[in-house]
């Protein structure tokens, strides 16, 4: 068992529905020393790999990305889920449905940002039906740009994103894979991984 | 001048409607070094302050929050601007107006994770007319928790919110305080600082 499946048993709360509250630790409180330690996990996971830039969506991925720039050096940039006034008219758009807030956003990067000789490390907190991280390959596409890996930190294995990105032949790393959670007796069981 | 008065002079963009574009290493594309440069600066400025949380907003404040909390070693709670169906009922709540969006935004906070022992040192990127620090300062109060100061990146020093912070006493330290933009010639001014 690695160090984040550790703190989701210790610290996560299993809810109704197949929710799991992590809070206190990942996206609404954080730990900067697990959001570092996440960061060189990935850093180690995707050594080797040439990385321009990291890509999120804010909010909640921000900070793991930050973690995981650092190691490599390089810039993150976060795509935005509405439209901004201050964000110039040359945008890449991507439509993206959220299962947590059960409605459509626009994902929106600036193209200034994301050019054909970038390759892009895609990062989030959560994937579970995985429509954010489609709209961020998708963005990454347009852009002529490669994607070189997706790191995530909890993915929801009894739901079907992390295979469709597999299935697509993306690199994608997750930290900890939930396999079943169980909000009557809180457990959660994880994947076992190598 | 120091190090992000420097940096805006060299890559902002300044825009009709006095916007101030810094998407290519603040807020879009976030440059990793300058915000732990941000970091250490607010670490230095607010030494001896007891600090035991940062609180920032989402979502362009994170980033920046993160360096920050690493230096004092402490966790960010960052305030979200909409109700997530993953958000216990038992929460701070705040009203804010948005400058940049111009449209109203409940602020909220899990009560979980702000207590009356915490010292709040507040974080975020624009200070304008100050709608979103006064959203952050009235949720910390709300806890019976104490401001411990508040740090800022680029303030509009020609936009009120700055005075009205510092009349109503609170420590507020801006990184960057603009006091005039013109997009004609494209020349920023900042008021001095000790």
């Known amino acids: 068992m ?37 960061g060189e996990e990935f850093c180690h996971r995707f050594a080797g790999k040439k990385v321009t830039k990291v890509l999120t969506i804010e909010a909640s991925g921000i900070a793991i990305a930050c973690s995981v720039a650092r190691c490599f050096g ?33 994902v929106i990067v600036s193209k200034k940002f994301l050019s054909a000789d970038d390759q892009v490390l895609i990062i989030d907190d959560f994937l579970a039906n995985g429509c954010a991280l489609q709209g961020l390959i998708s963005i990454v596409e347009s852009a002529g740009a490669t994607v070189a890996g997706l790191g995530i930190a909890i993915e929801k294995g009894f739901q079907i994103g992390g295979q469709v990105i597999r299935n697509l032949g993306y690199h994608l790393e997750s930290l900890a894979i939930v396999e079943a959670m169980n909000a009557a007796d809180g457990t959660v069981t994880f994947r076992p991984q190598a």
């Open 2 to 38: 690695n160090f984040l499946e550790e703190r989701i048993l210790r610290d996560g709360i299993v809810k109704e529905g197949n929710v799991l509250k992590v809070d206190s630790f990942l996206n609404h409180q954080m730990d900067i020393a697990l959001m570092d330690q996440m």
């Open 74 to 106: 390089v810039p993150v940039v976060f795509a935005k889920k509405s439209k901004s006034i201050n964000i110039d008219g040359d945008m890449y758009v991507a439509e993206v449905e959220s299962f947590t807030h059960k409605n459509k956003n626009q």
